[in-house]
């Protein structure tokens, strides 16, 4: 299962995104602030960019089972779970169904969700990663796969007609 969290607002201190299954929204994101590469201010830096596993596991720190997002580079015990704003992250991952005024509106339901959803992928032998990226990254990407497939239909088309 391929989760996406896409940073599309960059604020003073704080990041609001999407996640995205499989290619399909399903909550807002909030994380502390998105900071340059090497850049780390502890329990006030959002993850870095890129892709990692995501398992499920107990959190000791908030007493429940959590999604947990491992090996991320100088960061540790990064979970993706409820929340409203960037007091409540310390680097972890936050997701509701709704957004309001900047900030996430509480929704435990979509932390229990979003937990299902991935233990039922890893009970099924499905590896779960998400891919950490922003919106400007995404169009640039699609943007050079348009390009790629123009210029391999103008040869193809060079040298047929």
Known sequence: MKITLVRRWFGPDKT????????????Y???D???PDGVKVAKETAIPYGKYPVSVSQSP??????PLIENV???????????IDESWTEG????SRTLKDGKLVLDRTAEAELKDIIQNALDHGNPVTINVTNFQRRLLIGF?????A????YVLFSFFF
Request: charged share 15%; glycine share 12%; net charge positive.
């Open 33 to 35: 602030l998105t900071r």
């Open 16 to 27: 609001i995104g999407k996640l995205l299954i499989n290619g399909i929204f399903r909550y």
């Open 92 to 95: 972890c991952v936050l997701i």
């Open 150 to 153: 123009l210029a391999i239909a």
């Open 144 to 148: 050079a796969i348009t390009v790629i």
């Open 29 to 31: 994101v909030l994380e």
């Open 61 to 66: 720190k908030l007493g429940r089972i959590l």
């Open 73 to 83: 580079p100088g960061f540790s015990g990064i979970r993706i779970h409820a929340g």
